[in-house]
């Protein structure tokens, strides 16, 4: 029984390690979720604007000027898939959320006849990838923890090189989008071509609360809409553009790439970071109640050896009397 007591003990002295571990994870986790919450913050005014910035430059061109990145390939033959993750785990279903998106819509594209070519963006997703026989074209690692603009703009060369060296007919990102510390949504959007990006379409909410309110709200009032638009159009019409629309528009298409992988890295850091917070909280939680289980066994590991020592203490005295 001594030794059935000494191994709970080892146990629950080995669990409260554990436990001390994840607590301070949760803490560095939270730590970098704020900064990388500023980070968004500051981003987002910034990125909307290059966002619309481009689409009414797009508008205001007509015609999408002739240019290899700005050009829509006849056929789409290959799809280039850019999986955005992050290079550490104990983030709970952050990373493996993202590679199941991607091997899912690259079973879509080879389904109508399509080819998928895989990019990655983070240590998991290659290997996972590499894990599941889907060797990346390129994988972009060492970075996820706090993402630079350079890395951005690394990543989005390669994407627009492939694109405009016919690698790839169609590029499509998948990533984290940051909502709150414990919701995260899983994005897939089109960054080439443009004429199939969602730089081009109105700006729509990007979380679920927004969206539905969004959606009451169009339902509700659609002359209110139409006024809107009409409003917009005006603005619009009083836009004068020096140089012409068409050169702004191919120095603005580079600029929306790095941009949206930029804001996708910033959202997908943020994710993992909130993830991994809520990872670590309920690690610990689980935890705490281990040890709470395994200090009760042992309570009644140490109980039943007194009652036997008591018991075996009566039945001597017993014996001595008789």
């Not at 599941?132 to 996820?144: K, L, Q, V």
């Not at 007919?169 to 899983?186: A, C, H, K």
């Not at 050169?247 to 993992?272: F, G, H, K, N, Q």
Request: aromatic fraction near 4%.
């Amino acid at each position: 029984m001594a030794t059935s007591q000494r191994d709970v003990r080892n146990r629950i002295a080995a669990v409260k390690n554990i436990q001390k571990i994840t607590r301070a994870m949760e803490m560095v986790a939270a730590a970098r979720l704020r900064r990388a919450e500023q980070r968004i913050e500051a981003l987002r005014p910034y990125a909307s604007a290059i966002r619309r910035m481009t689409r009414q430059s797009a508008e205001a061109a007509g015609a999408v000027p002739r240019l290899p990145i700005l050009s829509e390939h006849e056929h789409v033959r290959t799809v280039g898939l850019l999986l955005i993750a992050g290079d550490r785990g104990l983030a709970g279903a952050f990373n493996s959320n993202i590679v199941r998106a991607g091997v899912a819509a690259g079973r879509e594209q080879t389904a109508d006849g399509r080819r998928a070519v895989y990019f990655a963006s983070g240590r998991r997703p290659a290997s996972s990838l590499r894990f599941r026989g889907f060797e990346p074209a390129e994988s972009f690692i060492g970075f996820t923890d706090r993402p630079a603009y350079s890395d951005a703009r690394r990543i989005a060369e390669r994407m627009m090189a492939a694109y405009i060296d016919d690698e790839v007919d169609r590029v499509e990102v998948f990533y984290n989008g940051y909502i709150s510390p414990i919701s995260q949504q899983l994005r897939r959007e089109v960054l080439l071509p443009l004429q199939q990006a969602t730089v081009l379409d109105d700006d729509q909410p990007r979380d679920s609360a927004r969206a539905r309110s969004g959606e009451a709200g169009a339902a509700a009032s659609g002359t209110r809409e139409g006024a809107a638009a009409e409003q917009r159009a005006k603005h619009r019409a009083l836009v004068e553009y020096e140089p012409d629309p068409e050169e702004i528009l191919r120095r603005l298409v580079p600029d929306y790439v790095e941009i949206s992988i930029y804001r996708a890295l910033l959202e997908s850091t943020a994710s993992e970071h909130g993830a991994r917070m809520t990872a670590m909280r309920n690690a610990s939680e689980n935890a705490g109640e281990l040890i709470n289980g395994l200090t009760l066994e042992m309570n009644r590991a140490r109980q039943a050896e007194i009652t036997q020592e008591i018991m075996e203490v009566v039945a001597g005295a017993e014996g001595l009397s008789g």
